[in-house]
């Protein structure tokens, strides 16, 4: 067995949990116990985060009880929702998802950048991931060994009807989970191809553990924009570091979210 795998039972409790950490953030900085907008946006890369506050379209939830990140909000499909901003890689996701259900959310979307494995066209392009290789450690303290982290279907279904019937391409697939984007080596990209993997990100299978484990509606997409610096003028997003794209993305599940 590996050594990453002793020591792990995911049946056993957490000495240390979330509602432990917001007690005492909101103790230490005097903060009321208010409620996170229900639907959450995690944007590891920051640049909706950057967009929105540039635009002056976006607030401080002064009450967002985390030690290590801000949480902002902003109208989105008739509704106010939630978006942290530079959240990177498993564990880092992992623990600002923990304090957001803890807070009230009650469906967390994370838009992240990726990098093609398998085209599915010419970058930049949306996956509705729905399922990631686990290959980081993180969703290894949720859940028993397994090739991958599963979505929850009923939400991937929700998200790619939401985005048909606003006229937007919705492609489903599988994603790899890194936690060493700069060991993406020849051998585990090919790897990954045999699986028909379509991108390599890093933070999809510990979310999707995670959200079994503690029955949380996630949904992971990845915003493929490059082809890891492997061909010339890679890393375009689109407008606006691909904002508007990934904003009318969430506008259209937003608003299938509503009406639910």
């Known amino acids: 067995m590996s050594p990453i795998l002793d020591n792990k039972n995911p049946s056993a409790p957490s000495v240390f949990v979330p509602a432990a950490l917001i007690r005492e ?9 208010v409620d996170v907008p229900p639907l959450c946006i995690l944007d590891p890369d920051g640049d909706m985060v950057r967009r929105l506050r540039k635009d002056g379209r976006s607030k401080p939830f002064e009450a967002w009880p985390c030690y290590h990140t801000q949480l902002d909000t902003f109208e989105l499909a008739g509704q106010t929702v939630g978006i942290v901003g530079c959240a990177v890689g498993a564990p880092f996701a992992v623990l600002v998802a923990e304090e957001l259900f803890e807070c009230g959310c009650r469906l967390l979307i994370s838009v992240t950048s990726a990098g093609q494995i398998v085209s599915a ?4 392009y949306f996956v509705i991931i729905e399922r990631a290789l686990r290959d980081e450690g993180t969703s290894y303290h949720y859940a028993e060994p397994s090739e991958y982290g599963e979505a929850d279907p009923a939400v991937v279904a929700m998200a790619v009807s939401a985005l048909k019937s606003a006229g937007l391409r919705a492609i489903v697939g599988a994603t790899w989970t890194t936690d060493a984007p700069f060991r993406e ?6 790897a990954a191809k045999q699986r028909g993997i379509l991108a390599v990100e890093m933070e999809a299978a510990a979310l999707y553990t995670f959200a079994k484990a503690r029955q949380a509606k996630v949904l992971c997409i990845a915003h493929v924009t490059n082809t890891m610096g492997q061909a010339g003028a890679d890393f375009e997003k689109g407008e606006a570091d691909g904002t508007a794209d990934a904003l009318a993305v969430l506008a259209a599940i937003a608003s299938a979210v509503m009406k639910d």
Not at 25 to 33: F, H, I, S, V
Not at 121 to 124: A, R
Not at 185 to 190: F, L, P, V
């Open 121 to 124: 066209g010419p970058t930049p």
């Open 185 to 190: 080596t020849a051998e585990a990209i090919e």
């Open 25 to 33: 953030a909101r103790r230490q900085k005097g903060l009321p116990a």
